[in-house]
């Protein structure tokens, strides 16, 4: 069983609102809200900071099983903590492919034997990842590690008879299907965003029509075999209109959206460094302004990282050879606190929603995304709005350090991380393991 433990936090504006105030938490539950509380046991001091929901990223890769020499449960666990993270979504795309209840049980034994974060698997939609085939969804659902949500993230499932049988089958048992929405015959050979930038640079394009066409398709879908679906990194202006369109319509087809779509653009490709690589890749400006709105109106739900490490040798190569994907753990919040909170265009109540509610709502979470309130499970995330702090990959928990962001500044820090009452996190230190 899960453990729990009793913390006092000293000195924090909840949501970023009102007066500071404690919160005391006995085993693994927030047990009093009020100023000036004494407590004789582990005491963390907030410093006039902000208390938010801990953080839920509903889509990472912590490399494990498989590929332990580029991230495993552990330093994932340790960069998802230092993030804020006290939930994440690992996904399918392991050696072996999570697509049997034995695998997606280690994982999660795992996750919390070392307990800095709850590490939750993802299954496959389809055995190994191949596009024919569906997995025991049912069976993983009822295994151990109560597998909630499947996708075969970084390929599209893009039969189409395919998704219909995974929606009905999926609609049974209540899961969550994710798509990466890639038409592959549109994309064969690509590895930027189609655009004027790519084509100067000589690098062949990846259109956005190849997203959009399998985002109207599954909506199309799910209204007619009437499941919800998720949509993974929306990256286009095209894919806001449709997904505008199905909720409007009520069909129930949710998205995220990362933080490096939201802040970086195609004119990054300039440096050939393979760092920028990323599926789907950065796009243009008008895009990552279209994302943004969509994301304040509610249009795309939440924000996910799709944090992706790879080995240095993935990365520092030619930009057609490099392995897409970047980190994204550890810099998400001080992204999204920069995009919108600085900039004045939301509070820290988007934040908590975008970043924790959401998710956990999308992933049925009891514990995950709850109000800060008495009797509410002690999973929070301190942090502060006025501490300048440079991105270094090499400090970073990750085991990694494909970061973008490198050398830049941000003005929001994670402070701590509190899982059931254990401090997690603490300036930017993640906490031992319990096992590794
Ligand atoms: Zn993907």
Redesign the pocket.
Known sequence: MAHAESVLIKNVHLYGEGEATDVLVRDGVIETIAADQEFDGVVVEGEGGVLLPGLVDMHVHLREPGREDTETIATGSAAAANGGFTAVFTMANTQPVMDQPVIAEAVWHKGQDIGLCDVYPVGSITKGLEGKELTEFGMMARSDAKVRMFSD??KCVDNPLLMRRAIEYAKGLDVLLAQ?CEDPRLTEGAVAHEGEIAARLGLRGWPRVAEESIVARDALLCRDYGNRMHI??ASTEGTVELLRWAKDQGIPLSAEVTPHHLLLTDERLETYDGVNRV?PPLREHKDTLALRDALLEGVIDCVAT?HAPHGSEEKCCEFENARPGMLGLETSLAIIAQIFVESGLADWRFVAKVMSERPAELLKLKDHGRPIAEGEPANLTIVSSKENWKVAGEKLASKAANTPYEGMDFDTKVKATILRGRVTSSNGVPAQARTS
């Open positions: 993230d970084g990466h993974c990194h599926n799709d």
